[in-house]
């Protein structure tokens, strides 16, 4: 786990073994690993030797469970926590370039920020991004989906 000083403002990036555990609780707490789409990330993962997929892994989500809610809510809600981890889809091209030409945080991190430094940086994340806190009791994933012109599609959900 590191630092990163990206101006003023600090996050903690977290990588490896920590950072492989913690996106696979979140698999294993909010991912439907039955669906179809789940299984063609996991093929794509295996046939890129781990490096990369297409696709979002929204789409493999328990839908049981999720909501539709405006980014207003995601941020009232994690307006609540210290901090929460966040991570993005391993995309092989770097879509999220155009937003950021400068990200340079390692492709199969996770962040954890706070409440702030979330607001701060939220323009500039990976469109398909996922937030959770410790306990596994909720996570919100933001797509590039736009409900609206300028409303991105957020979900929000409890297992």
């Known amino acids: 786990m590191l630092a990163v000083e990206q101006g003023v403002l600090i996050v903690t990036v977290i990588t490896g073994d920590e ?8 698999i294993d ?4 690993k039955q669906s179809s789409w789940y299984h063609a990330l996991l093929k794509q993962l295996q046939e890129s030797q781990g490096k990369h997929y297409h696709g979002c892994l929204w789409d493999s989500l328990f839908r049981a469970n999720l909501r539709v809610v405006p980014m207003d809510y995601v941020a009232n809600h994690l307006r609540q926590y210290e901090s929460v981890y966040l991570f993005w889809d391993n995309h092989p091209e770097i879509c999220f370039t155009w937003r950021n030409p400068h990200w340079s ?46 409303c991105r599609v957020c979900y929000f959900l409890i297992p």
């Open 19 to 26: 950072a492989r555990v913690l996106k696979n609780m979140f």
């Open 29 to 32: 707490r909010f991912v439907d």
């Open 105 to 150: 945080y390692p492709k199969n991190c996770l962040l954890r920020l706070s409440f702030s430094q979330w607001e701060e940086m939220k323009d500039l994340l990976p469109e398909d991004c996922y937030l959770f806190d410790e306990t596994l009791t909720w996570a919100v994933a933001l797509t590039h989906e736009e409900s609206s012109p300028g």
